[in-house]
């Protein structure tokens, strides 16, 4: 109600604005971190506080909104079409996906100098295609996309809203049928003829360094009273059910919140208060014990390769 009573907007500037949202408090402060560090005042920040944890202090320069934890889609669209109405350039980013490099803002001045762009993806999805005109084309994705507003809110008047209906191929074989945040829309501006960018593999690289599906290692957190309650989940269910994606994939989550509770105590000088959060030896511990019911592809390497690499730049 307080949110929507104000309704803030960023001033105009030639800036792009950037906008994150988070439910992890440790997260934001690692993120913002490397955020700073690499973009310099050289974009705006807006962070949706979704766990109303957050301080402003804490993050000099960025417009905190304390916000509901309502769809990704629902925050991207509040923000491109209110909170950045005065900016050409509305960036969203997943709050684990860590920009790395000054880079991303050259990326975005050249790739927007085309007038023709809408977005410019530096992540796209990897497992299904758009099919256009015959063509197979990756998914933007909206993990780390900046939008041109110019096209896509006052021209187009779009939505990052998900939707049904999605039949486009995929070179594993497994069916979208939906459309995610963004898909849609994006699917919409290429078949009107505009350029949806996605940057050289090299080039994402370079910028970025991200962790996958954390939400949902998140809310185990906030449900969990101790590290034994928590631990106790991944112990307690029949061996072979690791087989499946759910168990290793909130396992590997967990994981990477413990490097994020690394980074931010180094950061910070003493640990987030996560008291459900166990120790990594114990995760791992399990992980191990479990490792003759994993599938090939089921291993730590992203989230191994994502932690040295943050820890290397701290």
């Given at each position: 109600?307080?949110?929507?009573?104000?309704?803030p907007a960023l001033p105009e500037s030639d800036k792009p604005a950037l906008c994150t949202m988070n439910i992890l408090p440790p997260m934001m402060?690692?993120?913002?971190?490397?955020?700073?560090?690499?973009?310099?005042?050289?974009?705006?920040?807006?962070?949706?506080?979704?766990?109303?944890?957050?301080?402003?202090?804490?993050?000099?320069?960025?417009?905190?909104?304390?916000?509901?934890?309502?769809?990704?889609?629902?925050?991207?669209?509040?923000?491109?079409?209110?909170?950045?109405?005065?900016?050409?350039?509305?960036?969203?980013?997943?709050?684990?996906?860590?920009?790395?490099?000054?880079?991303?803002?050259?990326?975005?001045?050249?790739?927007?100098?085309d007038p023709r762009t809408a977005s410019v993806s530096f992540r796209p999805r990897e497992w299904w295609e758009f099919e256009i005109d015959g063509?197979?084309?990756?998914?933007?994705?909206?993990?780390?996309?900046?939008i041109n507003r110019e096209i896509f809110v006052a021209r187009e008047h779009l939505s990052l809203a998900p939707a049904d209906g999605n039949t486009?191929?995929?070179?594993?074989?497994?069916?979208?049928?939906?459309?995610?945040?963004?898909?849609?829309?994006?699917?919409?501006?290429?078949?009107?003829?505009?350029?949806?960018?996605?940057?050289?593999?090299?080039?994402?690289?370079?910028?970025?360094?991200?962790?996958?599906?954390?939400?949902?290692?998140?809310?185990?957190?906030?449900?969990?009273?101790?590290?034994?309650?928590?631990?106790?989940?991944?112990?307690?269910?029949?061996?072979?059910?690791?087989?499946?994606?759910?168990?290793?994939?909130?396992?590997?989550?967990?994981?990477?919140?413990?490097?994020?509770?690394?980074?931010?105590?180094?950061?910070?000088?003493?640990?987030?208060?996560?008291?459900?959060?166990?120790?990594?030896?114990?995760?791992?511990?399990?992980?191990?014990?479990?490792?003759?019911?994993?599938?090939?592809?089921?291993?730590?390497?992203?989230?191994?390769?994502?932690?040295?690499?943050?820890?290397?730049?701290?």
């Open positions: 109600m307080s949110y929507y009573l104000t309704r402060t690692v993120w913002y971190h490397f955020a700073r560090r690499s973009l310099g005042d050289g974009a705006d920040i807006v962070i949706f506080d979704c766990s109303g944890k957050l301080k402003s202090h804490d993050f000099p320069g960025a417009l905190v909104l304390t916000f509901l934890n309502l769809y990704a889609a629902t925050k991207c669209d509040e923000f491109l079409s209110h909170i950045a109405r005065h900016r050409r350039i509305g960036w969203i980013c997943d709050d684990d996906m860590f920009l790395m490099s000054p880079a991303c803002l050259e990326i975005l001045r050249r790739e927007f100098a063509k197979r084309i990756k998914p933007s994705s909206s993990y780390c996309t900046a486009h191929p995929s070179p594993i074989g497994k069916s979208p049928k939906r459309y995610d945040t963004f898909d849609k829309a994006n699917e919409i501006l290429l078949r009107k003829g505009y350029r949806c960018a996605i940057v050289p593999k090299e080039e994402e690289e370079k910028c970025t360094a991200a962790f996958s599906g954390l939400s949902g290692a998140v809310m185990l957190l906030w449900y969990f009273r101790t590290p034994k309650e928590t631990l106790d989940y991944f112990r307690d269910p029949p061996a072979k059910q690791w087989g499946g994606t759910l168990l290793f994939g909130l396992l590997s989550a967990m994981l990477s919140i413990c490097t994020i509770q690394e980074l931010y105590t180094k950061l910070k000088g003493k640990p987030y208060p996560l008291p459900s959060l166990p120790a990594r030896k114990e995760l791992l511990n399990i992980l191990e014990s479990r490792r003759q019911f994993l599938r090939p592809e089921q291993n730590l390497e992203q989230v191994e390769r994502t932690s040295e690499r943050l820890r290397a730049n701290l």
